[in-house]
């Protein structure tokens, strides 16, 4: 099945700096790569999302890329602000949203 | 904004206690899921549910687990006979069409299995 490994376990950056979140997936068949945003007592909610028929993404100050035949993605994230401290998960999955496998999860800390 | 609303926000319970938590997808969606989020670790999917069956179910949802949607509304997890390795966050989450792929998740149901 799929494995989705994400690195840094822990980033601390300072504000108005970039952070960068990277995964790996093992399952070739994986078309859909969202990125969830978790704060503390809270749910998952989605940031941004690519699928497999695109290579990059920006919304706004968030922007994912995804090299399919190296099977990676990553999260980037410009001009960071106290507000984005959270944890963020990646997630693959092989047909649009059905079971979706999370990464582990970067806790995320921007200090003012 | 619609969304996803589970309770209750904590539950706590003996083991061997059987256990119902709830949720209310968003009102015109189709495709139902809990995930379950051990304390600082990962958020795992358990199962699927889509048109009043199951669709999908990981390795973790045994027999201990059972889901319904019990009315038009509603959708519900119980774990029967708890056990101390039950005691997690549990998310519900749906999708308006699994075409689309964004998951929308309620806040979750802290369970505490003592």
């Known amino acids: 099945g799929e494995n989705v490994e994400q690195h840094p376990s822990t980033l601390s950056v300072q504000e108005g700096d970039s952070a960068v979140i990277k995964c790996t997936y093992s399952?070739?068949?994986?078309?859909?790569f969202p990125w969830y945003k978790q704060e503390l007592g809270k749910g998952p909610q989605l940031i941004i999302d690519?699928?497999?028929?695109?290579g990059e993404k920006k919304d706004q100050r968030i922007a994912v890329t995804l090299n399919k035949t190296a099977k990676h993605f990553s999260l980037h994230i410009t001009e960071t602000q106290p507000e984005d401290s959270a944890v963020y998960f990646c997630?693959?999955?092989?047909?649009?949203?059905?079971?979706?496998?999370f990464g582990p999860g970067t806790r995320l800390s921007v200090l003012p | 904004e619609p969304e996803v609303t589970q309770t209750p926000s904590h539950q706590v319970t003996q083991m061997g206690q059987e256990v119902i938590l709830r949720c209310v997808p968003i009102?015109?969606?189709?495709?139902f899921y809990w995930y379950r989020q051990i304390l600082g670790q990962k958020v795992e999917f358990l199962v699927s549910?889509?048109?009043?069956?199951?669709?999908?179910k990981s390795e973790i949802f045994d027999d201990q687990f059972s889901v319904e949607r019990p009315d038009g509304s509603n959708f519900t997890l119980k774990i029967r006979s708890t056990k101390l390795e039950d005691s997690a966050m549990y998310f519900c989450?749906?999708?308006?069409?699994?075409?689309?792929?964004?998951?929308?998740f309620g806040e979750g149901s802290r369970l505490t299995v003592l």
């Open positions: 399952d070739s068949a994986s078309n859909y």
């Open positions: 989450a749906s999708s308006g069409n699994s075409n689309t792929g964004e998951l929308f």
């Open positions: 690519i699928r497999s028929n695109v």
């Open positions: 549910f889509y048109n009043n069956e199951i669709s999908e």
């Open positions: 009102s015109n969606h189709l495709y």
């Open positions: 997630a693959a999955s092989y047909n649009y949203g059905q079971n979706f496998v």
